[in-house]
T-cell receptor
């Protein structure tokens, strides 16, 4: 029973398209995140939500719009995709706002923009 | 500006020997440090952590050492096993980075039988 699941796992699309990645956690956690792993392999935070409220927005272009319909879901919508958006996107959750630092990650969604 | 760096992209070790993975950070406000392990096509999983009030934390075969004056931490795996082969990420939080983890770029560990 997957704790943090994200779909799709692979996404290949053309520049200019709009796409979404969905994430769900069944751990009962209050906080969810989106991280991006770029070509240099660094994992960088994009957004975090606590109980459906945005608490971190890490200077991400406004083409990226997260949406949290409830605390178990955090979706990522990307408009007007660019080549540089190609990356692996990881969803994660934590019990609260990172007091202990332990995040639970999904398997990642590899986005390729052609 | 990368505040957490893992300068060794890869490390190869014989089974049964010690693996030492290193991590350096620049932000003196970081007060909590973690190691994550990642297998291919999976998300990172938490391995071990250490608070800045300690200099060592041990969990079975895994020990993390923190040297605050040098802004350096290391992960020791003894004895190394082939199943330990994975990418290891160092991460830190605290100060203005409260509420988020800042990750290094990872070190690929290969343990040979």
């Amino acid at each position: 029973d997957t704790a943090v699941s994200q779909t799709p796992k692979y996404l290949v699309t053309q520049m200019g398209n709009d796409k979404s990645i969905k994430c769900e956690q069944n751990l009962g956690h209050d906080t969810m995140y989106w991280y991006k792993q770029d070509s240099k392999k660094f994992l960088k935070i994009m957004f975090s939500y606590n109980n459906k409220e945005l608490i971190i927005n890490e200077t991400v272009p406004n083409r990226f719009s997260p949406k949290s319909p409830d605390k178990a879901h955090l979706n990522l919508h990307i408009n007007s995709l660019e080549l540089g958006d190609s990356a692996v996107y990881f969803c994660a959750s934590s019990q609260d706002v990172l007091n202990t630092g332990e995040l639970f990650f999904g398997e990642g969604s590899r986005l390729t923009v052609l | 500006d990368q505040q957490v760096k893992q300068n060794s992209p890869s490390l190869s070790v014989q089974e049964g020997r010690i693996s030492i993975l290193n991590c350096d950070y620049t932000n003196s406000m970081f007060d909590y440090f973690l190691w994550y392990k990642k297998y291919p096509a999976e998300g990172p999983t938490f391995l071990i952590s250490i608070s800045s009030i300690k200099d060592k934390n041990e969990d079975g075969r895994f020990t993390v050492f923190l040297n605050k004056s040098a802004k350096h931490l290391s992960l020791h795996i003894v004895p190394s096993q082939p199943g330990d082969s994975a990418v290891y990420f160092c991460a830190a939080s605290g100060g203005t980075s409260y509420g988020k983890l800042t990750f290094g770029q990872g070190t690929i560990l290969t343990v040979h039988p």
